[in-house]
């Protein structure tokens, strides 16, 4: 039982380069959430899915796009990097009440 | 919309005990929690309480809520080395779509 897993743990990108940041998780949990974390500002949520096919924004979603095709997976994606979005990267999922998150991937946009 | 608010940064000598405080302003807000962060790692749930309770202990944990006041609090006792962290506060209403709403982090320094 993996939890939450989080691929790749790093990554540089240069400006305007797309990337997919992978988020899996094995607790067949519906709700699963995208997160940023930067200094001094805590969390802020970028995407949320309460369910396959079912996604919607959270606080910060300018930038950013999501799916969630299966219950497993739900994958960000940058479509073109900017400094702006460097940043270190959580995915979670929810049981009833309790949220679970991922190790992080740490981005940075040159 | 929802405020988390905590103070940046905590000092305390190893043995003492650590008091960590959050304000909040989702009178709405139904769950409580408080998240531990290492060093390079993700968040980890320490506890959680309900907005009916107003105190809970969890071993050297013991969290307090004042939902007049709107105010969370987090008492390590007998703090260790080891619980040098990140420390978040965060608050989720009711529904199956309720976001989390992050603090910014309270950085607790544990000194010898």
Not at chain 1, 5 to 32: I, R, W
Not at chain 1, 78 to 96: K, N
Not at chain 2, 37 to 61: H, V
């Amino acid at each position: 039982n993996a939890g939450v897993t989080q691929t790749p743990k790093f990554q540089v990108l240069k400006t305007g380069q797309s990337m997919t940041l992978q988020c899996a998780q094995d607790m067949n949990h519906e709700y699963m959430s995208w997160y940023r974390q930067d200094p001094g500002m805590g969390l802020r949520l970028i995407h949320y899915s309460v369910g396959a096919g079912i996604t919607d924004q959270g606080e910060v979603p300018n930038g950013y796009n999501v799916s969630r095709s299966t219950t497993e997976d739900f994958p960000l994606r940058l479509l073109s990097a900017a400094p702006s979005q460097t940043s270190v990267y959580f995915c979670a999922t929810r049981g009833v009440l309790e949220q679970y998150f991922g190790p992080g991937t740490r981005l940075t946009v040159t | 919309g929802e405020d988390v608010e905590q103070s940046l940064f905590l000092s305390v000598r190893e043995g003492d005990s650590s008091v960590i405080n959050c304000t909040y302003t989702d009178s709405s807000s139904t769950y409580l929690y408080w998240y531990k962060q290492e060093p390079g790692a993700g968040l980890q749930l320490l506890t959680y309480i309900f907005s009916n309770m107003d105190m809970k202990q969890d071993q050297r944990l013991t969290v307090l809520l004042n939902k007049k006041d709107k105010h969370l609090s987090l008492r390590i006792a007998d703090t260790q080395t080891g619980d040098s962290a990140i420390y978040f506060c965060a608050e989720m209403g009711t529904g199956t779509a309720s976001k989390l709403t992050f603090g910014t982090g309270t950085r607790l320094q544990v000194t010898l």
